[in-house]
């Protein structure tokens, strides 16, 4: 919930997904879980339909998901709320589809490999391999928090157990030769996992660098 612009990052994310016709979406709760509950309601003055899910104890990013298996019976979107993103997720979707992947991700450069995943790809964009924080080099394409996904993968998550995409689940997908799939997101991305990041994150948006589309709700 901490504002870009005047408004939520959460906001300018139910916006995103909004422009590209994704109208029912779920939002994990931890922290404050009132906040965010008090600020969108059932989702409609933003055009959307949310639905809660509460996370008393943290179970990681697919922990979380599994607690949604019931809700996420289709293809569907994952995006962390910490990552101010204005991408193209309709192509995203469409190589998804077009490898009959089972995980699509968006990746974004970064100068400073060693705090993030990292990951490799075939150069028909197929993930090889995922590198947690690496020592040595292995390119600069970092997993974004923004992925497609299909149902099915959500049988490889213990239920009640932390889990996470990156560092647990798509290692695993990778070993059980499942087709997982990514490219440079088209479009600005930005990891606001920290102070100096956030404060990139509001003057990028101030000065125009984000990008049309993302926070236009008047």
Same mark, same amino acid.
């Given at each position: 919930?901490?504002?870009? %612009?005047?408004? &939520? ?17 779920? $939002?994990?709760?931890?922290?404050? &879980?009132?906040? $965010? ?17 509460? *996370?008393?104890?943290?179970? %990681? ?16 979107f994952v995006i962390y709320g910490?990552? #101010? ?5 309709? +192509? ?18 970064? =100068?400073? =490999? ?9 150069p028909d964009g197929r993930i ?5 924080? =690496?020592?040595?080099?292995? %390119? ?10 299909? &149902?099915?993968?959500?049988?490889? $998550? =213990?239920a009640g157990q932390p889990c ?7 290692? #695993? ?5 499942? &087709?997982?799939?990514?490219? #440079? ?10 102070? *100096? +990041? ?10 125009? +660098?984000?990008?049309?589309? #993302? %926070?236009?709700?008047?």
């Open positions: 919930m901490l504002p870009i %612009g005047g408004r &939520p990052v959460l906001e300018h994310l139910v916006d995103l997904v909004h422009e590209f016709e994704v109208t029912d979406i779920a $939002i994990n709760l931890h922290y404050r &879980p009132e906040v $965010i509950v008090n600020h969108f309601g059932d989702g409609s003055a933003f055009g959307v339909h949310v639905t809660y899910s509460h *996370e008393p104890a943290l179970l %990681g990013s697919a922990g979380a998901a599994k607690q949604l298996e019931w809700f996420l019976d289709e293809t569907f910490d990552v #101010l993103a204005n991408v193209d997720l309709g +192509r995203l979707l469409e190589l998804h589809r077009r490898h009959w992947a089972v995980a699509t991700l968006a990746l974004y450069e970064v =100068p400073d =490999p060693s705090r993030c995943g990292i990951v490799q790809l075939a090889e391999r995922f590198v947690e924080k =690496p020592t040595e080099d292995v %390119g600069n394409l970092a997993n974004a928090g923004i992925y497609v996904v299909e &149902p099915a993968v959500l049988r490889y $998550i =213990p996470d995409f990156g560092h647990d689940l798509f290692p #695993l997908l990778l070993e059980l030769g499942q &087709p997982m799939y990514a490219e #440079l997101g088209q479009g600005y991305i930005l990891d606001m996992g920290s102070l *100096e +990041r956030y404060e990139q994150a509001e003057a990028d948006y101030q000065a125009g +660098r984000v990008g049309r589309g #993302l %926070g236009s709700r008047v």
